[in-house]
């Protein structure tokens, strides 16, 4: 027993050392970094430790900003997006031909460079001297008033924001969803027509619980992957989101340690290990809701 103990710990012992070193290495230095205040990289050192760092970084209204874009980024598009790939799932799963087809078109957008993605979202809402956009002549063959939703007011951008994000996100929780309906056993199904139930209350009594696991995977991952938010907004609004008012954390942290206003590693050290512990937070919040209402 001992020598195979000993061979399994040899075999895990690279993928250990890979995260220790990647991962790790990396969290603790962090949080060392967060208490040093004044840090220099030149010269690596700094003059005191404390929590004035994280006091700073909850003065500075480019965080709370940031704070605020990535709370209503996660709100809205989690759940939105979780959803409507449900529904589209449920109708892909009971297609039987072309279904191939449907679920490759229904992903291209998730292999497609998140760039070119927003390079095309800012042409159809991005007003020009030559043209208001076609999200824009859509609305003014409505008879409404043109919404100029990348240099515009607040509410403008933000919905490009989420709609891009919602956009992105959804293919792979298609795919995932798919696969799960697929797989639930048709047996609860037969039984069900047979004593006459309704299909909608099929979906609700069976086959949501049945894919209960699946969904909470989704929504765990999706609030963690909303909160790291950062790409998306870049390939909206360029690079100064403190400018455009549509920086997220990480955008923040990012700006902190490398932008225009960079070389502060301690303040980008205390805003990471602020979203470390919301996202730690969500997640074990999630976790503890999934027991309850997950059927495994």
Known sequence: MGKNNLKAWLYLLPAILFLGFFMVYPLIDVFVYSFEEGYNFASQSYYDTGLYNFSYILHDPYFLQAVKN????????????????????????????LRN???????LPYVTN?????????????????????????INLFGGTSVDFIDGPYWAKMFVLCFY?????????????????????????????????????????ITLPLISPTIFYLIIT????????????????????????????VGYVYDMLYGDSGGYPSYASAAAIILFAIVLTITVINLLVSRKHTHY
């Open 70 to 97: 990535t709370v209503l980024l996660v709100v809205i598009t989690v759940p939105i997006s979780t959803g409507l790939a449900l529904l589209i799932s449920a109708q892909l799963s009971s297609i039987k031909k």
């Open 101 to 107: 087809l449907y679920e490759t078109i229904y992903f």
């Open 114 to 138: 998140t760039l070119a993605v927003g390079l095309v979202f800012m042409i159809l809402f991005k007003k020009t001297p030559y043209s208001d956009g076609l999200v824009n002549m859509l």
């Open 165 to 205: 994000t919602i956009w992105v996100v959804m293919p792979f929780k298609i795919l995932i969803l798919t696969s799960a309906l697929l797989s639930v056993d048709k047996t609860y199904y037969d039984a069900a027509k047979i004593d006459g139930t309704s299909n909608r209350r099929i979906f609700r009594k």
């Open 222 to 249: 999706g609030f963690i992957g909303a909160f790291k938010a950062y790409s998306d907004a870049v390939a909206l609004f360029g690079t100064n989101l403190n400018a455009a008012e549509m920086n997220t954390i």
